[in-house]
């Protein structure tokens, strides 16, 4: 059982944005600002999208952005593309005895 | 360009050892960073197993732990995963990771990821 709550799935069109949320707890999501979200294709390794909660590793596309409010992350996907449709995990330190933890994941469904 | 491989047996017997290997290219494990492993079973989600800095310093989740060993190799560039007593729930696809560690929690370049079967 994932620590992180994701929703099983979002759906959007192309164009539209969409949000995927991570909710957590004080101990991890609402604590500490070392959220993390990745995109995994079928058959792919995951990809580092999103780091400390808002920032983006070179090369990723200014299109997705991250935010917080209390025990609940989120991230943004906004003028959708079908090569958006993947699985997005959620990632967090937590002060509890396994620092790290993942959301379930959601799966992304571009109409 | 950072680069990770995963090698090791794709099946592995009940109550064996499970031993897998994590090539780095592009990057020397002794300039820092940790290093570590997440695992992916069929048709479900990402689960942490453990990051080991080039020290020796290692850090599991607790879940794993009596039966995780994370060790490193400088001379090779290479770290490895040991998981003793498996069983069919950890089939799984296992990857290696660079890991951002104190001051920074995530997973900046990742291995292709390798399949390991426990089945007798």
Not at chain 1, 5 to 24: E, F, K, R
Not at chain 2, 59 to 85: E, G, M
Request: net charge neutral; glycine share 12%.
């Amino acid at each position: 059982q994932s620590a992180l709550t994701q929703p099983a799935s979002v759906s959007g069109s192309p164009g539209q944005s969409i949000t995927i949320s991570c909710t957590g707890t004080s101990s991890d999501v609402g604590g500490y600002n070392y959220v993390s979200w990745y995109q995994q294709h079928p058959g792919k390794a995951p990809k580092l999208m999103i780091y400390d909660v808002s920032n983006r590793p070179s090369g990723v596309s200014n299109r997705f952005s991250g935010s917080k409010s209390g025990n609940t992350a989120s991230l943004t996907i906004s003028g959708l593309q079908a090569e958006d449709e993947a699985d997005y995990y959620c990632s967090s330190y937590t002060s509890s005895s396994t620092p790290l933890g993942f959301g379930g994941g959601t799966k992304l469904t571009v109409l | 360009q950072v680069q990770l491989q995963e090698s090791g047996p794709g099946l592995v017997k009940p109550s064996e050892t499970l031993s897998l290997t994590c090539t780095v290219s592009g990057y020397s494990i002794s300039s820092g960073y940790y290093w570590g492993w997440i695992r992916q079973p069929p048709g479900k989600g990402l689960e942490w197993i453990g990051s080991i800095y080039h020290s020796g310093t290692t850090y599991y989740n607790v879940s794993l732990k009596s039966r995780v060993t994370i060790s490193v190799d400088t001379s090779k560039n290479q770290f490895s995963l040991k998981l003793s007593s498996v069983t069919a729930a950890d089939t799984a696809v296992y990857y290696c990771a660079r890991t951002l560690w104190f001051g920074a929690y995530y997973f900046d370049y990742w291995g292709q990821g390798t399949l390991v079967t426990v089945s007798s």
